[in-house]
């Protein structure tokens, strides 16, 4: 989401190698023994040599800057052996870099959005599916509209889905100095509900902005059915509620896109979401871009319905 202030736009790491002090060449010697350390000095300048030679070019590989809180927070956030920097075994297609596919849906979204474009490629994709399914779509976390712009462009004007959008527009609410120490209150204010309005123009009669804190601003929705939902709300609490809210009223196949759940920073996002699906069939499904995300699975058949107290129906997900 917020990408600067949290460094959410770069996968994390748990561990970050000490960097070695300067040791000058008698001092390595004193190791080695000078004959091994110049007979090495030989290999590594031959080495470079032959790859100038086949038209390589050498640079030093820098190392990742501690100051970015995502790879501070990868340090001591729980489970941090599990947290790495993750890197493909060989050049794979990555349609975020520029594909015509991609782009015809992104661009000029990203000046609103600090989601990085691998994240908007998920985000676009997941949509895509979805927009299949019965129910409306949903964001949680607007901030400038830039990846509410790419869920309405993937809907399009002539979609008969609403798209709901969720924000304070103040920035974050106060927050869990414990579960969510690397944010603050106020953080991630937008320029201003007029601003979104701007960007979202084209696709103001299937736009329905909620302004207010979540989970107060679901009220008057409550028989909603979803399709799709996009949290992107950083913080342990409104990630819970936000799935309080979604999930008894995604459809079956529905998808609840997490953008924050594996960066160490954001760790209360995933203790929020790892603790509503404790108890229930659905995962949440771990991706190389940092998000997360979970399909809904239809109910048994045998549990599809049951009847209130009143004698109405009533679904299993909840919803009447």
Known sequence: MKVPASGKSQ????????TLPSTPQAHLGEVLCEPVFFAMQQVKNACKSVLLRL???IHPVSQPPVQDIDFKAALTVK??????QWSAPCPLFSPWL???DF???YEGAEPYTLVSPDRCYMLIELARYARHLAGDFAECGVWNGGTALLLARTLGTSASKKLYLFDSFEGLPKVNGEKDSWFSEGQYRANSIGAVKAVLSDFRNMIDIRCGWIPETFRGLEERRYAFAHIDVDIYQSNLDCCAYFYPRLVPG???????????????????VDEFFADKP???IALPTGQAFVLKLPPPADQQSTRNSDGRVRCQDGVR
Not at 11 to 18: D, E, G, N
Not at 79 to 84: A, C, D, L
């Open 254 to 272: 529905g998808v609840l896109l997490f953008d924050e759940y594996c960066f160490a920073a954001a760790r209360g996002e995933k203790d929020a």
């Open 79 to 84: 489970e941090s052996q599990y947290y790495s």
């Open 103 to 105: 782009q015809s849906i």
């Open 11 to 18: 996968p994390s790491t748990a561990s970050i190698p000490p």
């Open 98 to 100: 520029g594909h015509p």
């Open 55 to 57: 038209g390589y070019e």
């Open 282 to 284: 659905e995962r949440p």
